[in-house]
């Protein structure tokens, strides 16, 4: 999926961008296996209600915008899916999915699928979870996407002894 641009270079990426735009530095924190990252946001100024709805729904048009929320929706939902939040985790997923279909940007959608996938089958929606492991692995096939049509596949033979190729 190309995901990482390069080894070592975002924190201080993040940092100077941070500064570059006027933003108090953001603060990292260990715990556990992973970290936090906490990113300031600028204070409200004097822009009235109805400016910054209009600013939002401007934005919220950009299509990167989009391509990059879903891709931190894949990792926030991952996440959460591993530490067993199974209903927040689908809840953040599925909003990924919902963007990617309204926007079309269809690049973390088989993630996404997935992600989905794996949490309903945790709380027991087995049916639910075989429909979305088997539209990822199509997804994948279709896209090229081996790596993750491969992990779909090895799903769907684990959970429900569907050997599918």
């Known amino acids: 999926m190309h ?3 390069a080894w070592g270079t975002g924190t201080p990426r993040v940092i100077t961008s941070c500064k570059q735009y006027g933003l108090q530095e953001p603060v990292f924190e260990e ?4 970290i936090k990252a906490t990113v300031y ?8 209600s109805e400016q ?9 048009k950009i299509v990167p915008v989009r391509t990059q929320q879903t891709l931190i929706l894949v990792g926030y939902s991952r996440e959460l899916g591993i530490t067993g939040k199974y209903a927040e985790a689908i809840e953040y997923a599925q909003q990924g999915v919902d963007i990617c279909l309204k926007y079309g940007v269809y690049q973390n959608l088989p993630a996404l699928l ?3 996938a794996e949490c309903f089958y945790q709380v027991g929606y087995t ?8 539209e990822s692995f199509y997804l994948c096939k279709v896209v090229r996407d081996e790596v993750n049509k491969n992990i779909a596949a ?12």
């Open 3 to 5: 995901i990482v641009e």
């Open 31 to 34: 715990f556990g296996d992973g």
């Open 41 to 48: 946001r600028l204070q409200a100024n004097s822009r009235t």
């Open 52 to 60: 910054s709805n209009k600013l939002e729904r401007r934005f919220d």
């Open 114 to 116: 997935m992600i989905l």
């Open 127 to 134: 049916e639910k979870s075989k429909e979305l492991f088997t």
């Open 154 to 165: 090895d799903s769907l033979k684990e959970y429900f002894q569907i050997q599918i190729n």
